[in-house]
């Protein structure tokens, strides 16, 4: 049985070892990024079983990111190679506060071309938990048709799934295809997790309450709303709206892959059957942890390592 099942394209990351502008740079250490692969590593490094589905390059970066994944004990049933396409590729700065500046080398890549015939290979019955973000449906037609087949084929069979619409506005044709997107595919999840932003732009709407109620009248049954450190707002099901806190942390280094880390935290919470309070308070605190490393992934905690943040660190 596959604990999470996950569909995307991973990179090679590439970030500044000196401070400063990106084009000042003068040195780069390299890792591994891409939203899907740091849900990935965060949920095994918490004891789950994690298979993921991309399409990779036999070169020297395909090969790296396929030792990576390995590494990191996620399944590798559903990887397929394509020699005529490269891995995407992304730059970072390093900045002493705020967001750092991000660089994509992401068009026609080898994850681009995954479609419906590769998301067929899936048993759903043999899943317990699908999860999507919207950054696969942005990056090719195909690609946005596997993902609604895969949630359609899922939600038949009876899977757990949640969305993170994970906003890439300058990789869409256009705004109105975005906001179209996500909303048809949010509709089909059992969990919804935009931040506070991407629901304003999503829905017209600038209340976290209505934001929440858009979604649920679609179908789902879960929305949650992040707010930054400050924690998150959550809406279930003929209930009313929750406020779980955020973790106070001593110096932010970098908030790239910290929703990633939040997401990880809702999913682990659901395959360990807490309330979504508690499901939350979870994501928050390995969200708090990765804003302290300056990798996209490298942060993210360990089961031992989560339940001592937690135990040790106050929320606001």
């Known amino acids: 049985m596959i604990d999470v099942m996950l569909f995307g394209e991973p990179m090679v990351i ?3 070892n000196n401070e400063g502008p990106l084009e000042n740079a003068i040195s780069f250490s390299k890792g591994l990024a891409g939203a899907e692969v740091n849900v990935g590593i965060g949920l095994t490094r918490l004891g789950h079983n994690v298979n993921y589905m991309t399409k990779l390059n036999k070169d020297e970066f395909g090969k790296y990111i396929h030792d ?10 559903y990887i397929s190679f394509d020699k005529k396409k490269q891995v995407g590729l992304m730059f970072k700065n390093k900045v002493i506060e705020g967001d750092p500046k991000t660089l994509y080398y992401r068009k026609n890549t080898a994850a681009s071309t995954l479609s419906i015939e590769d998301a067929k290979k899936i048993d759903f019955k043999e899943v317990k938990v699908l999860h999507i973000t919207g950054i696969p449906p942005a990056l090719s037609e195909s690609s946005r048709q596997a993902c609604f087949y895969m949630m359609r084929a899922a939600r038949k069979a009876g899977c757990y799934i949640t969305f993170d619409p994970n906003l890439r506005p300058a ?11 996500m909303n048809e595919l949010a509709s089909l999840s059992d969990v919804v997790i935009p931040g506070i932003s991407e629901g304003e732009i999503l829905t017209g709407l600038t209340d976290v309450e209505s934001i929440a109620d858009f ?18 707002y959550f809406k279930e099901i003929d209930k009313k709206i929750q406020f779980v806190k955020g973790f ?4 932010v280094v970098d908030t790239i892959g910290a929703g990633d880390g939040f997401a990880t935290g809702i999913i682990d919470g659901y395959l360990s059957n807490i309330s979504t309070a508690d499901a939350i308070k979870r994501a928050n605190a390995i969200g708090a942890i990765q804003v302290q490393n300056i990798s996209d992934n490298e942060g993210l905690p360990t089961r031992k390592e989560l339940l001592s943040f937690l135990t040790t660190n106050k929320q606001f």
């Open 14 to 16: 590439f970030y500044a």
């Open 68 to 77: 990576c994944l390995k590494k990191e004990k996620l399944d590798s049933t």
């Open 171 to 181: 990789l869409w044709e256009s705004e109105e295809l975005m906001i179209r997107t």
């Open 215 to 232: 979604y649920l009248n679609q179908g789902s049954k879960v929305v949650i709303i992040k707010d930054g450190s400050r924690g998150a």
């Open 248 to 251: 106070k942390v001593d110096r």
